[in-house]
C-alpha cells in the first residue's frame, strides 16, 4: 500500500519564478492538505482539498493555489517567488467523513529560493 | 483558535531512560490531539492521537501519551528511551475539534537520547 507520494523531492528556483509540487494521497484517501514547515518551526496549514475545490485555507497569500484532480492528487503552485518561500513543502492525505482518522503525510518537497 | 505549545526546544535523555515530552493545548471544546515524529529530511510519521476515551493513549514505537483535562496536557511519554528515538517531536490539535483534518502543531522539541 503506497503511503503518500510527492514530487519533487528537491527544487532550486530564482525569485519571481513560478513553481508547482505535486502529491498522491495515501491510496483510499480522498482529501489533501498542504503544509509550509519552514526551518526551525512546526508545520504551517496553508490549505484543503476535498472532492476538487478548496475547503479551508490558511493564512497565505493568494500567490500560493492549487487543485486537486478526479483521482485526488493534488497540486501546490507557488507564482512570485520570494526568498521566504524557501522551506519544506508536505502534503497530507486522509479519508473525508472519518472524523477520527489520522492525516499521513508525505516525505516533502524542499523549495529553496535564491 | 485552537492551538498547542511545546515548552522545551530539547529533550535531552540517556539511553534506557524513561523520556517526557511536553504539550500543552488551548482549545474551545473536546480536544483533538495528536503526536508525529520528524526524522532529518524527512516528512512527518503519526505516534498516536487522543479522540476520546482512555486517557492513556498508546502509540507507535512504545510511545504514549496521557490526556489531562484539568492540566490541558497531552504529554508523549516512552518508558525506555532508544537513540532511535533521535528525532524532532510535534504535537497537534485539529481545528475545530470535530471538524476537517486541519492541523495546528506546536513549534517542536528536539529529543536527543544519547548512548
Known amino acids: 500500500d503506497a503511503g503518500v507520494t510527492q514530487s519533487p523531492t528537491h527544487l532550486i528556483k530564482t525569485r519571481g519564478q513560478q513553481v508547482t509540487l505535486r502529491c498522491s494521497p495515501k491510496?483510499?484517501?480522498?482529501?489533501v492538505s498542504w503544509y509550509q514547515q519552514a526551518l526551525g518551526q512546526g508545520p504551517q496549514f496553508i490549505f484543503q482539498?476535498?472532492?476538487?475545490?478548496?475547503?479551508q485555507r490558511g493564512n497565505f497569500p493568494d500567490r500560493f493555489s492549487g487543485h486537486q484532480f478526479p483521482n485526488y492528487s493534488s497540486e501546490l503552485n507557488v507564482n512570485a517567488l520570494l526568498l521566504g518561500d524557501s522551506a519544506l513543502y508536505l502534503c497530507?492525505?486522509?479519508?473525508?467523513?472519518?472524523?477520527?482518522?489520522?492525516?499521513?503525510f508525505g516525505q516533502g518537497t524542499r523549495l529553496t529560493v535564491v | 483558535a485552537q492551538s498547542v505549545a511545546q515548552p522545551e526546544d530539547q529533550v535531552n535523555v540517556a539511553e534506557g531512560n524513561p523520556l517526557t515530552v511536553k504539550c500543552t493545548y488551548s482549545?474551545?471544546?473536546?480536544?483533538?490531539l495528536f503526536w508525529y515524529v520528524q526524522y532529518p529530511n524527512r516528512g512527518l510519521q503519526f505516534l498516536l492521537k487522543?479522540?476520546?476515551?482512555?486517557?492513556l493513549v498508546k502509540g507507535s514505537y512504545g510511545f504514549e501519551a496521557e490526556f489531562n483535562k484539568s492540566q490541558t496536557s497531552f504529554h508523549l511519554k516512552k518508558p525506555s528511551a532508544l537513540v532511535s528515538d533521535s528525532a524532532l517531536y510535534f504535537c497537534?490539535?485539529?481545528?475545530?475539534?470535530?471538524?476537517?483534518?486541519?492541523?495546528?502543531f506546536g513549534a517542536g522539541t528536539r529529543l536527543a537520547v544519547h548512548p
Open positions: 482539498y476535498y472532492e476538487e475545490e478548496e475547503r
Open positions: 491510496s483510499g484517501h480522498d482529501t
Open positions: 487522543y479522540i476520546t476515551g482512555d486517557n
Open positions: 482549545v474551545s471544546g473536546n480536544p483533538y
Open positions: 497530507a492525505s486522509s479519508l473525508e467523513g472519518r472524523g477520527n482518522t489520522e492525516a499521513f
Open positions: 497537534a490539535v485539529r481545528d475545530p475539534p470535530g471538524g476537517y483534518n486541519k492541523l495546528i
